[in-house]
């Protein structure tokens, strides 16, 4: 058995440092890095791919929404076309800064509101996957595992990663628990690392409402903002190998 461990990366912008990116590249397999929109900027893209290239981490792109104030969790109404035109544009910078460093972008993976209209929405989907599919063709689409952005990657021929969530706790359906909720993330390392083993070993996610969902895990998400992020990584990534789990780069 096989998995991916992906973090959000390159989140920092100015003067401002978000996340442990540098500690956190000893235990993921990808890097899903800020393009410039909710979070980066040319200086942190920069640094970042140069820091995955050294730690032989996968680069993807992670394209949201324009919402620095908002962090790209807050659902802006563009059409299908806008969200064509930016997700090309995103992943075009992050392309600018993987060429001069002689790195291949192996990954897209929408970020925050744009990645949770994805799963629901066919057009956005259909749009987010058009953009990865006219840009590259190649390169691998994560998405909400079930969810729409999945099934407008495989209509176009993309090859598609079904992404799990290790500190984020599940609805009856599959969806996420929406943040604005209470007890949509999971802050006890244990409980996080517990329900990971559960979705790669067997296939399946206990929800909410304590019935199991059945669920397909390609890659698993860690989010790199969390005051415990490095701890939980590391102890993440010890827990699946000791229990015969090979973690690498899909794309690898």
């Known amino acids: 058995m096989e998995i991916d461990l992906n973090c959000d990366m390159g989140e920092s912008f100015g003067p401002y440092t978000i996340g442990a990116d540098a500690e956190l ?28 290239k050294k730690h032989g981490v996968g680069v993807g792109a992670h394209p949201g929404f324009p919402d620095l104030a908002g962090f790209g969790r807050r659902m802006i109404d563009f059409s299908p076309n806008e969200i064509y035109q930016m997700v090309v544009y995103q992943i075009g910078g992050l392309q600018a800064f993987c060429t001069i460093h002689d790195v291949k ?35 691998l689409l ?65 929800a909410v409402d304590g019935d199991f969902v059945g669920i397909a895990a ?3 998400c860690v989010h790199g903002d969390g005051g415990n992020a490095v701890t939980f990584a590391k102890r993440l990534h010890g827990a699946l190998r000791d229990s015969g789990i090979t973690v690498r780069a899909i794309g690898r």
């Open 218 to 220: 390609d890659t698993v």
């Open 105 to 139: 972008i192996q990954h897209v993976k929408p970020h925050g509101a744009l990645y949770n209209l994805a799963a629901r929405d066919k057009e956005a989907a259909g749009a987010i996957a058009k953009a990865v599919y006219d840009v590259d063709s190649t390169l």
């Open 25 to 52: 590249m000893n235990y993921i397999t990808s890097a899903n890095i800020a393009c410039g929109a909710h979070a980066g900027d040319p200086n942190v893209m920069d640094r970042t791919v140069k820091l995955a």
């Open 142 to 206: 994560y998405g909400l595992a079930g969810g729409e952005l999945l099934t407008a990657g495989r209509k176009l021929g993309l090859r598609v990663a079904s992404e799990v969530f290790a500190d984020r706790t599940y609805q009856h359906d599959g969806s996420l628990t929406p943040r604005r909720e209470a007890g949509a993330l999971i802050d006890n390392v244990d409980d996080a690392v517990a329900q990971v083993e559960k979705m790669v070993h067997d296939g399946a996610v206990e």
